[in-house]
Structures are given as C-alpha cells and as structure tokens.
C-alpha cells in the first residue's frame, strides 16, 4: 500500500472532520429527525411485527427486509419488495390521526397467481392490483374506524385510497392519487 496515499487520506479525513465539528450545526425540526416506526399485526397468519424502518430520507435495509417477509403473499409464501412509499403513507396516516396504534393487515404483496385466483372470485379485485408490485396494502388500524382512515389518507393526497365498508378495511397505495 501507498503510505501517502494513507497519509493524505488521513489528513483529508481529519481536516473535514475538524471543520465538522467546528461549524454551527444546522436545527432540524422533528419531522426531519423523527425515526419513523410502525406496528403490525397480520389478520391471517397471526403474525406480529412492531419495527422501526428509517428516518425521513433514509431507510434501514435490514428492517425492510423483515418488512417485505411481514408483508409476503401469505397464501404462497412468495416475498417482494414493498416501496418505503408505502411505509410512509402508512407512518404520516397513522400521525395525521394522532394515534399510536396496530395497524391490521389483510393484503400486503400479491404474487401474480394469488392474484389471479382472487379476480377469478371476484370483480372486486385489479388485474393489474398494484399489490402485485409491493406497492399496496389493505389495513385496518386498531382503536380508529377505518371511514377516519380513509379520510386521513385523502387528506394526504399520495396514492390510491379505497374504502371498503363492507369488509371493514381501507385500501392505500403509492400508484397515482385516485379514490373509490
């Protein structure tokens, strides 16, 4: 190895280091500080997961790994990366509702056969279901009723929102802003 090159690179490291500490840090409000958590519970594995994912910015690789095994088709086993989009669209709804709480998952990703499967049983279901592309999830969050969740979620104005009453659940997405 080139000890000059070590040397020059140590110094060089050591001179910014010093102006680092030397200069006013900047003041950052909460939001761009605030580690961004979140808490599931998946209706139909039982399964529980309370994790924290990131900061605003920056996500934890390793989180989301565990996030994408939370959120696998659930019928197939299959795993797919979720979109930290999502994630986020979940963090701000559940803050834009000042509550702390579970949220309960009935979809996260769809494999493409799942998917299949479930327009054969009903039309209620995209052929083209962005939970195919980790992009969408159905939830209920415990302690709000979900008419709360989706008028949160349209307050937010990222994705598609749906609201199924019937069912007890709401429906985001971080495909186009849309409602149903």
Known sequence: MDTSISRRYFLSASMFTAIGLILPKPTLGWAETERRSLSFYHTHTGEKLDISYGCPGCYDPEALRRINFF???????????????????????????????????????????????????????????????????DIRLTGVRTKKIQQCALSLKRGGVGYYATSNFVHLDTGRVRHW
């Open 71 to 137: 959120l696998r088709d659930f019928r197939t086993g299959d795993v797919h990366p979720i979109d930290p989009k999502l994630l986020d669209i979940l963090f701000d709804v559940r803050r834009g509702l000042g509550h702390r709480g579970t949220f309960e998952v009935i979809s996260g990703y769809r494999s493409p056969e799942t998917n299949r499967r479930l327009c054969a049983r009903s039309s209620g279901v995209a052929k083209h279901s962005l939970h195919m592309a980790g992009k969408a999830i």
